[in-house]
């Protein structure tokens, strides 16, 4: 804790800001292929192998299954309980690009969860690191860390530093960027009295110097309650994409239904063959072997589609509240209102 002489920060003869580098608080750009987010999102795409995940999207649940049919396909031609005209190095190649397409599309939507959950975690790293010059009496000002502020506590904002809390302006005029809160570019006024005194922990005064009293504890800020949000929201699907897997499903369903009478169509034709050439033994065609139709199933449903739709769309997250933008949502938070409704809130790129 560090005292200061109330003149040091007084409005007539004010002193350079003492030395420090608060860091803003935005959300720090997480890099698309950062090594923490390619862990967890590999770890987690064979955990989405599970029926019960996976059945979620129904293309790549039929591709699963197809992965796991050629698996056992495999495991058979082995021992020797099923031939065919092809080596058995060609199924397991095949195999092997059944299973990697899955894994991409189980990876492709967990990397993209991660950096979302990755972004709140930076969110929640700033709350700590904000120094605060609190008011001791009238004659001098101690430096505290903003998570030591208490309801009532007044302290003293300048030019270039950024106010470590909630609060209401009870002293000066200044001029303060709330970017970092609402996403708007321009500045706004804040002055002590009226209905423009609140001001939002993590924004940046631009200008001048202001007194603000503290009016939010320690977990209860507009910054701790937008995280609350985010992390505790439940992803739900947009109309699009539902719409979008409707389409996709019906498509798959309409190929399956083409590529599984095949296999009879090919038994019954090595049948006929056989009869008719009068062979000892059966004939063996690719129509008969699983994963060559498999393959053909993959190959006709819209599978790139469905692997990276959960992707394009996991970045959204629902919010219990009103507004539609994050400008409007920073407001109502701030006046503390409530609502049933349901908006989509995107976190920045």
């Known amino acids: 804790m560090k005292t200061l ?23 720090r750009r997480i890099a698309l292929f950062a090594p923490e987010l390619m862990q967890s999102a590999v770890r987690q795409a064979f955990v989405m192998l599970r029926p019960d995940i996976q059945w979620a999207n129904p293309v790549m649940f039929v591709v ?14 082995a021992m020797g309980y099923s031939a065919s005209q092809v080596p058995i190095s060609y199924f397991i190649a095949l195999d092997v690009w059944l299973f990697l397409t899955v894994l991409f599309a189980n990876f492709a ?24 010059y609190r008011l001791r009496g009238k004659d001098s000002v101690e430096e505290v860390s903003s998570t030591a502020l208490l309801p009532s506590d007044l302290v003293v904002v300048e030019a270039g530093q950024v106010i470590p809390g909630d609060g209401e302006v009870v002293e000066g ?11 708007e570019s321009a500045p706004v006024i804040r002055e ?46 947009t109309p699009n994409e539902i719409a979008l897997t409707l389409v996709l499903s019906a498509l798959t369903l ?14 019954n034709a090595e049948l006929y063959m056989t009869s008719y050439l009068g062979l000892s033994q059966a004939l063996h065609s690719l129509g008969t072997d699983v ?42 938070l701030r006046l503390r209102a409530t609502s049933t409704r349901c908006c989509w809130i995107k976190p920045g790129p």
Do not use: N
């Open 109 to 132: 939507t967990a990397l993209a969860e991660a950096r979302g959950k990755a972004q709140a975690e930076s969110l929640r790293k700033t709350r700590f690191d904000t120094p605060a």
């Open 173 to 183: 005029i200044a001029s303060v960027d709330e970017a970092a809160i609402t996403g």
């Open 5 to 27: 002489d109330a003149e040091a920060l007084g409005r007539e003869t004010p002193s350079p800001t003492p030395a420090m580098s608060p860091p803003p608080r935005r959300t």
């Open 254 to 267: 309409i190929f399956l239904i083409v590529v599984v009478p095949l296999w009879w169509m090919a038994y």
């Open 192 to 237: 002590s009295g009226g209905d423009r005194s609140g001001v939002t922990g993590g924004t940046r005064v631009l200008s001048d110097r202001i007194v603000v009293r503290i009016t939010a504890s320690r977990g209860e800020s507009f910054l701790d309650r937008m995280i609350a949000l985010v992390e505790g929201a439940v992803r739900q699907r």
């Open 64 to 77: 699963e299954v197809g992965a796991f049919l050629t698996l056992l396909f495999v495991i058979g031609a």
């Open 291 to 332: 994963p060559t139709l498999v393959a053909l199933l993959v190959c006709l449903i819209p599978t790139t589609i469905g692997a990276l739709l959960a992707a394009s769309e996991s970045r959204e997250w629902t919010v219990h509240c009103k507004p539609t933008s994050l400008p409007r949502v920073a407001e109502q």
